[in-house]
């Protein structure tokens, strides 16, 4: 069943959450002091909670205090949030020193040679997380589920037992994230085993676009945009080679908006990459993602400023929409292909097919029913809507259309 009935946010600033949730994140505020956002202290955490001490090349701690500094200047960061980041990056720390451990028991892992990947490379909202999880239905591909994203390296005290307790908490996050954003799966569905981005895998290097998304800190963004991110891709790939040696898989296919601006980067470190690059009308695309960020946004800070983090996610969007101008031809047109986001809808099917033909891939019958069977329990919009509107974020709706004609121009003429 489609709900037709937007849901308005009328919260957005001044959030409010639900009564049932209250408790919990009162106990969250209570342990702030216990959880500070101090390097030393999260290190510390780690080491104890992992019984190891080796975090790999140190190098990521220069990004770590950057990003840390960054979050101090949030202005109206609650307790709640400052335990959310706390357990976020302990959880990055644990995992790099859950891969150095792994990657010293286990050196052979270095020499395990990756496919070409397959990237789908585009805005929330343009079809991304619907295609790559179409693409994912069927055997072809090895995908990172949400669980796996989060913690990829078991602790060695947990390998082997099942359930795995890492699905186990990944059930408790979730259950506790719709209880605080009952609106979000409207806009982004989150389940444990449901396919997720590597982007979480990136943000193990502190180096991803992800902690844009977490929180307004312009001065983790500017950093973030004044380095190379080619180091940062190529540990990504290690992290790709230990996930393949744990639990298998033969090609991996991939997801982030973040490799709009880094195709150089992705053509370098993954020679052969295929990339499928998705798109829509951008003005629709900015708004329903802001209307994400925004509305997440509670999770650590209030008063949210909303207008304040629609202006700079616009300057920010502008400035990936151009990279991807510029660097688009850097792969070539026989490892890539442009998805328009109506055609896509149009065709569902045939689009699978064709991206399958592109990655040299069989579309066999067990990949066709497969697809099938995740588009009839997958229509477009079955869990409903929120509206939306640039006024809602402080925007003028033709200012805001002018500022993404270069890239309409290019990929989506009339």
Request: proline share 7%.
């Amino acid at each position: 069943m489609t709900h037709t009935t937007p849901v308005v946010l009328d919260d957005l600033a001044e959030p409010r959450f639900p009564a049932e949730v209250e408790p919990i994140r009162a106990m969250m505020a209570a342990l702030a002091p216990e959880c500070p956002l101090d390097a030393d202290v999260l290190h510390n955490k780690a080491a104890a909670e992992t019984g190891l001490d080796d975090f790999g090349d140190d190098d990521y701690r220069e990004r770590l205090d950057v990003y840390l500094a960054a979050l101090h200047e949030i202005p109206t960061m609650h307790a709640a949030g400052v335990v959310n980041f706390h357990a976020q990056i302990l959880q990055w720390l644990k995992n790099r020193l859950l891969l150095t451990d792994l990657l010293e028991r286990n050196p052979q892992i270095h020499d395990i040679e990756l496919a070409p990947p397959v990237v789908i490379a585009g805005l929330p909202r343009t079809g991304t997380t619907h295609l790559h999880n179409l693409l994912a239905a069927g055997p072809t591909f090895r995908t990172i589920p949400y669980w796996e994203s989060n913690e990829p390296f078991p602790l060695p005290s947990e390998a082997g037992i099942e359930p795995d307790p890492r699905r186990t908490r990944m059930d408790a996050a979730v259950e506790f994230m719709n209880a605080q954003m009952p609106h979000f799966a409207l806009m982004h569905e989150m389940t444990t085993d449901h396919v997720h981005e590597e982007i979480q895998l990136l943000a193990n290097d502190f180096s991803s676009m992800l902690f844009e998304t977490l929180a307004h800190v312009p001065r983790w963004r500017d950093y973030y945009l004044a380095h190379d991110q080619t180091a940062h891709y190529r540990h990504l790939a290690t992290q790709l080679r230990a996930l393949q040696f744990l639990r298998g898989g033969r090609r991996w296919l991939l997801k982030s908006p973040q490799h709009l601006e880094q195709l150089p980067v992705l053509n370098a470190v993954f020679p052969g990459v295929v990339v499928i690059a998705t798109h829509r009308d951008p003005v629709p695309v900015v708004l329903s993602m802001l209307a994400m960020l925004t509305y997440s946004a509670r999770m650590h800070c209030a008063p949210v400023p909303v207008e304040q983090i629609a202006a700079c996610w616009v300057d920010r969007l502008e400035l990936m929409l151009a990279a991807l101008i510029r660097d688009r031809d850097v792969i070539p047109a026989d490892r890539s292909i442009d998805v328009r986001f109506d055609e896509f809808m149009d065709d569902e099917i045939g689009t699978a097919a064709a991206i399958y033909d592109l990655t040299g891939e069989d579309f066999s019958d067990e990949v066709r029913d497969a697809v099938g069977r995740y588009l009839a329990g997958h229509q477009r919009g079955r869990l409903g809507r929120v509206a939306t509107s640039a006024q809602m974020f402080g925007l003028e709706p033709d200012a805001l259309q002018a500022r993404f004609e270069p890239y309409i121009n290019r990929f989506l003429p009339d």
